[in-house]
């Protein structure tokens, strides 16, 4: 049988890839380190887990409305408020089987055969193919390392076309932690004003920050940004809920009904008993939990990050947010005897058992992807056979 076109040039996801080979050869009696996974190591809150338990109980168990229960959408509409300094309203807000779908569904309704969407290369691996998925066409800028692994507002100029319908933006990033500051964003804004371009905010990493620099939101710096932009967001990094599936969008009204008419054909609603879990996880203060996970997230990157820079052929920009490393080992490649950085992640997991995600699924193909969302003694044992394989290896 026939596969439909739209599948055929689709590329599955690298980091769910390394994910499963990684438990594959631990079920095989393996000691495999796995650094590929996108998710905190922590569990849900207990009160958001109770919250759950009551909501079974209480028989929320059942369809809910497309776009989500009003009660969550009240609450995301107190948090833009409090947090962002954005004003919505309920008809301005969707809820969604994760921030993923959000951005799936986003891309389905906005996007005609052969739109254009720009994406700054390095990128989170779903961008390109969500984009194709919608008959799309993703145009890819190459952000230098040296710039943070943020583009310019002179790419961005060259980068558009009278195709051009939207440009992704994502502040913290995944996977290479990096944030635009509330000046870049500005500047970014203002070609895309003048172009009339939709802005796809994804703002999924905004709670972890480990720097002084403040999450600044697109849509919060002019009524005329607001308007061509639409947020994503959720409850997955921020309150270690990446099973719940629960995120949202916000923006235009006619586009989250577009969304939300799209989701009652494909899902329906999202899991009603995950949005009473998310509602908790909004409407109670449980700012502890939060800062605890800040807190050793940052100590696991400073440790990470020293250990990886002393060994020869790697080098890194230094993350300020999200909980990822993206080191360039190019020349450890070359001087290890392989031809490519993904010969050398796929020796690396052979030899060492150390499963990184390569970059080239990031349209960054000299870089490797390394989660710090593991146990400090795992990151540091992980450091360990990295050095060891590079030494090992060394012409």
Not at 367 to 388: F, G, M, P, Q, W
């Amino acid at each position: 049988m026939e596969l439909a076109n739209r599948v055929k040039t689709l590329t599955p996801s690298s980091t769910l890839a390394i994910s499963a080979k990684a438990k594959e050869l631990k079920q095989q009696g393996y000691d495999v380190i796995g650094l590929g996974v996108g998710e905190p190591d922590f569990n849900t809150p207990d009160y958001v887990i109770r919250a759950a338990e009551k909501a079974m109980k209480d028989g929320m168990t059942k369809y809910t409305p497309s776009g989500g229960i009003n009660g969550l959408k009240q609450a995301i509409i107190h948090k833009f408020k409090d947090e962002n300094e954005l004003s919505y309203s309920a008809d301005e807000i969707v809820v969604t089987t994760g921030a993923k779908h959000a951005l799936y569904t986003l891309f389905q309704v906005i996007l005609n055969n052969d739109d254009e969407v720009i994406i700054p290369a390095p990128y989170w691996v779903s961008y390109p193919e969500q984009v194709k998925l919608a008959g799309g066409k993703p145009v890819i800028v190459d952000a230098s390392e040296d710039n943070e692994f943020k583009i310019t507002p002179s790419q961005l100029e060259q980068a558009i076309t009278e195709k051009t319908k939207a440009i992704v933006i994502n502040s913290p990033s995944n996977p290479t932690g990096m944030m635009y500051n509330r000046d870049e964003l500005a500047k970014i804004g203002e070609i895309c004003a003048k172009h009339n371009i939709v802005i796809v905010s994804d703002e999924i990493y905004e709670k972890l920050i480990y720097t002084e620099d403040k999450h600044v939101s697109i849509a919060s710096l002019s009524d005329k940004l607001k308007q061509q932009t639409i947020v994503i967001n959720g409850v997955s990094k921020s309150h270690a809920m990446t099973g719940w599936r629960i995120g949202y969008a916000a923006g235009d009204a006619k586009i989250i009904k577009a969304m939300t008419s799209l989701a009652s054909q494909s899902t329906s609603n999202p899991t009603s008993i995950a949005q009473y879990a998310a509602l908790a996880a909004y409407e109670e203060t449980d700012t502890e939990t939060l800062s605890n996970m800040k807190k050793v997230f940052s100590e696991r990157l400073e440790i990470l990050y020293e250990l990886l820079v002393e060994i020869p052929g790697i080098k890194c920009v230094k993350p300020k947010g999200a909980f990822y490393l993206f080191p360039n080992v190019k020349e450890a490649a070359l001087i290890n005897g392989y031809n490519n950085v993904d010969e050398w992640v796929t020796a690396l997991l052979e030899e060492e058992n150390v499963a990184l995600v390569p970059g080239s699924g990031f349209g960054s193909p000299d870089n490797v992807r390394l989660s710090y969302a593991a146990a400090t003694d795992l990151l540091k044992e992980a450091a360990k056979r990295i050095k060891r394989f590079v030494e090992n290896h060394r012409g």
